[in-house]
């Protein structure tokens, strides 16, 4: 039998740096920042498959101040449907009495075929930051619509700004399948003209394929945000660590 498809350990969400992460619309590392006002922001995105058939994810999040939730469903023409909910959080620590800001940032994500995972991470510092977590599931069968190994160590070295501009490296590492799966991004976000802003994400990777074959590739993501609504694109060489090369290109509004 095929191994189960696996879920990104971590996503950025709007103010959980790190957290599970569900489809395109937050396919960024926690260098990122969505600190819009409104609360929800809905997003439909295209998987267009090389080698394989193409996808649909839509998904629906919301947030208040420190907390997200947010629910989603795929389908393909080989996986088929499967629906998603999840949650992530910041709990801040010990307030002003430590000489250096710390934060808590667990998730939780279940969907249908019985799966269910989780993250925790440890954030110090806020304008200038690092971060370490770890990521678990059941291992149970999942479409995974993100880069990066799931069942994994996360470490992130981070800088924001107070105009919107952010900068840092992420580094996510299967501790767990022994697949020497790696991924590091760079991530860089800067403001824009006219209430706008570009992320950018480049990603290089590296670890066996299911077929044991040990590969190495770049992807990216680039997002381009607008008042209400922003446009997304993601190149992902070996998806999963499958044969499969895909193009994502999605878009949202906000609300």
Known sequence: M?????LRPWHAGAGAALALFVGLAAAQTPV???DHPLPFKFTATRHMVHNGPDGLDVNLRWRREDSSAWIGAYRDR???NQARAGW?????LGGDALPVPLSLLPSLQVATRGFVGGSLALQAGERFYVQAGIGRTNLKPYQNLNFDPNDALTAVVGWKGEDGRALGVTVVRDDRLHTGQQHVHLTGQWPLPQGRRLTLDLLRKQGQMEDGTFIRATGFTVTLDFPRWFLRAAWDPRQNFEAQDVLRVGAGWRF
């Not at 095929?2 to 696996?6: D, F, G």
Request: aromatic share 12%; net charge neutral.
């Open 2 to 6: 095929k191994a189960p498809r696996r």
């Open 32 to 34: 990122a920042q969505d």
């Open 88 to 92: 992530d959080g910041v709990w801040h």
């Open 78 to 80: 080989d996986f088929g």
